[in-house]
């Protein structure tokens, strides 16, 4: 049977058996596979991984492994300056979008409320998340490893948190989110964007103390819900105040 010596860096470790994490370890194989096929056999899902060498040197994702290779993964926590670079996906292209798994409904309205395009419903089969991620160039977030390791799957990421509080701060910091949060610009029900609108245009809409007590109201383009800055508000911008300090 033939080995290879694997190395995984920064937060790739925490799919990996806790003996084999920051360290250096032979792994036999008995069959000629790819790269990722490889590396996602041992635990950690392809749209983790930033960089792969082997032996020193920058591979793709289709690189066969051959016997007695030094391979080396790491995460996007590690940059390393390495020439002749390969890129296993393009970048992504400005603000952030999402689209997540039926098991996160709070994450998505949390990332909604802090203005970012977020795709969730509760009934998403596993495919078409793929697929969306795929076609519409969105990070998808799951708690499911075996989703991330799908082929389509380019930008992806598994959710350590299970509190939804903690899943945001998560996100936040893996993606950078404070410098270009623009808070209550969506809805929070379908992701659409709000507009201001004049009160008079939903006063049908509206409880009759919220009508007496507000004039700035705003709308959702998509499915016509409603917002004001009730007592709500307040709490929504101290939440976020907290996620933004972490």
């Known amino acids: 049977m033939d080995t290879v010596i694997f190395h995984f860096f920064g937060e790739l470790n925490f799919f990996l058996p806790k ?22 056999s041992l635990g950690p899902p392809h749209c983790e991984i930033d960089l792969l060498t082997v032996d020193g040197v920058s591979v793709g994702f289709d690189h066969i492994v051959m016997p007695k290779s030094q391979i080396c993964v790491y995460d996007k ?7 002749n670079r390969i890129l296993l996906r ?14 996160l409904g709070r994450l998505a309205s949390y990332l909604r409320m802090m203005g ?56 936040v910091r893996r993606y950078h989110l404070a410098e270009t949060v623009t808070p209550f610009r969506r809805c929070l029900k379908c992701n659409g964007e709000l507009t201001s609108v004049e009160k008079a245009d939903v006063l049908s809409q ?10 700035e109201f705003h709308q959702c383009d998509m499915c016509g819900q409603v917002y004001w800055k009730g007592t709500h508000y307040d709490k929504m911008c101290e939440f976020l105040d907290g996620v933004m300090k972490g």
């Not at 003996?19 to 996602?40: C, G, L, N, T």
């Not at 926590?77 to 020439?83: R, S, W």
């Not at 799908?150 to 509080?165: C, E, L, S």
């Not at 509206?206 to 009508?211: D, I, V, Y």
């Open 206 to 215: 509206l409880p009759n103390t919220s009508a007496e007590q507000y004039d």
């Open 116 to 171: 970012f395009d977020t795709l969730y419903r509760n009934d998403y089969p596993d495919d078409l998340l793929a697929e969306i991620s795929d076609i519409d160039g969105r990070v998808l977030l799951t708690r499911d490893i075996g989703l991330l390791k799908r082929g389509r799957v380019q930008h992806g990421y598994f959710i350590r948190a299970t509190n939804p509080k903690q899943q945001i701060v998560e996100i």
């Open 77 to 83: 926590t590690n940059p390393i300056p390495i020439e």
């Open 90 to 103: 393009p970048p992504l292209q400005g603000k952030p979008r999402f689209v997540l798994d039926t098991h």
């Open 19 to 40: 003996k084999h994490r920051y360290q250096p370890f032979s792994h036999a194989f008995a069959w000629k596979a790819s790269i990722k096929d490889m590396v996602e």
